[in-house]
Nanobody, 129 residues
Framework: EVQLVESGGGLVQAGGSLRLSCAAS????????IQWFRQAPGKEREGVAC????????YYADSVKGRFTIASDKAKNTVDLYLNDLKPEDTAVYYC??????????????????????WGQGTQVTVSL
């Protein structure tokens, strides 16, 4: 069974950086997409980044482009999200998702109502002034 486990959240001051990691287990081939989402209290869930693990194509929401970087480590079956120049409005619970069929373009800067095949448990990121 596929499982996703996030790690790396925490409290950071504005302008600081964090690295979130999504470890995937139970995946036997590398043709899938990993997404990072976030949800703040009272706000809709937002897809912030996505990577196609097979070819490392990356996609970013306009709200994080230039500040966040998504990268995969195929040997470790992990996908990291590097959060730089953090702002208080980045405060949210961050989740990773895995989808075997739906492409990244449907998750990022998109109005499509899609759900990953699998979800992680989430990790809190809090950015203080």
């Amino acid at each position: 069974e596929v499982q996703l486990v996030e790690s790396g959240g925490g409290l950071v001051q504005a302008g600081g950086s964090l690295r979130l990691s999504c470890a995937a287990s139970g995946v036997t081939f590398d043709d899938y997409q990993i997404q990072w989402f976030r949800q703040a209290p009272g706000k809709e869930r937002e897809g912030v980044a996505c990577i196609s693990v097979n070819d490392d194509d990356t996609y970013y929401a306009d709200s994080v482009k230039g500040r966040f970087t998504i990268a995969s480590d195929k040997a470790k079956n992990t996908v990291d999200l590097y959060l730089n120049d953090l702002k208080p409005e980045d405060t949210a619970v961050y989740y990773c998702g895995l989808d075997f069929s739906v492409v990244c373009e449907s998750y990022i800067n998109s109005s499509y109502d899609v759900e990953p095949d699998y979800w992680g448990q989430g990790t809190q990121v809090t950015v203080s002034l």
